[in-house]
């Protein structure tokens, strides 16, 4: 006799989601009791804890981990389903994991065409390195992302996005190359970019004292305007940020100044996630060219 049914799988997920049971009853529309209630009883029905109690908090367990993925992937079928058998209507959610250099330069306009054409999805997202956005693939907290190569996803399925043009930007008064460039401004480990910063100086024989790790575009770009060091940003990015003018832009190698942004995800793609790969540009390009 089967022992998982959708209706537990949703609750259970959206106790995961929203982080407790409370927030997870007001979204499903229940009372907490209930809620706990229901959890309790798949727990039993399963024969494993799938949350580990800590005073108010749950955490998941091992067996949680496990099931979450599963439960991704079935209510996600479930509901690709159901939007064929109502004639195809795209709706539901979407939640989309993104650089922060995509997110504020090129996914505007297509997330706005994909607004356009699919009023019934709601789209959520998030934004942080690569290394983060595959970390939450992983963990099923997003469904797709779109990250720099090169990136580790053997596992994963993948389009190519849009290319980016990266630069070097110093300060004004900063001198062109050298050894004198001993601060490199970038975001946290997982990013890409700072990699690429990292091995091109490794190439050109040059040395680095300290990173200065900063979260936005923006305060990146504010440091290397007031001299305190150097950094790789997408030229898309520059172009739009408010110091553009108060930076020095630099040619990279031909090697290093092309990136590509690719969009991956794991298993089977939605339906909003498929209809959102008709509308990147790289996307339409490649099938033009096939």
Request: with cysteine; hydrophobic share 45%.
């Amino acid at each position: 006799m089967r022992t998982i049914d959708l209706d537990d799988l949703d609750i259970f997920r959206c106790v995961v989601r929203e982080g407790g049971v409370t927030p997870a009853a007001k979204r499903l529309h229940r009372v907490p009791s209930n809620v706990t209630t229901r959890i309790k009883q798949f727990e039993a029905r399963l024969g494993v804890a799938l949350f580990r109690r800590q005073g108010r908090s749950l955490t998941l367990t091992e067996a949680g981990r496990t099931l979450l993925g599963h439960a991704e992937t079935l209510l996600r079928m479930a509901d690709l389903a159901e939007q064929e058998m109502r004639g195809g209507v795209v709706r539901g959610v979407l939640r989309l994991g993104s650089l922060e250099s995509a997110a504020g330069a090129r996914l505007p306009p297509i997330l706005s065409a994909f607004h356009a054409q699919f009023p019934d999805v709601t789209i959520e997202l998030q934004t942080g390195t690569t290394r983060a956005m595959l970390r939450q693939l992983e963990r099923f907290e997003i469904e797709a992302a779109f990250v720099s190569e090169p990136f580790d996803g053997a596992s994963l399925s993948s389009v190519p996005a849009f290319d980016e043009e990266l630069v070097l930007i110093t300060g004004r008064t900063a001198p062109g190359n050298g050894s004198r460039r001993q601060t490199l401004v970038a975001f946290p480990h997982g990013c890409s970019y700072r990699q690429r910063l990292i091995e091109w100086l490794a190439e050109e024989g040059a040395s680095y004292d300290r990173v200065l790790e900063m979260s936005s575009y923006h305060a990146i770009v504010a440091c290397v305007a007031a001299g305190t060091g150097m950094a790789i940003v997408p030229a898309e990015v520059l172009n739009h940020a408010v110091l553009s003018t108060a930076v020095e832009r630099h040619k990279l190698p031909p090697h290093l100044r092309r990136n590509r942004t690719r969009l991956v995800w794991s298993g089977e793609a939605s339906a909003a996630l498929r209809s959102l790969m008709a509308l990147l540009p790289d996307r339409a390009e490649t099938e033009r060219a096939a």
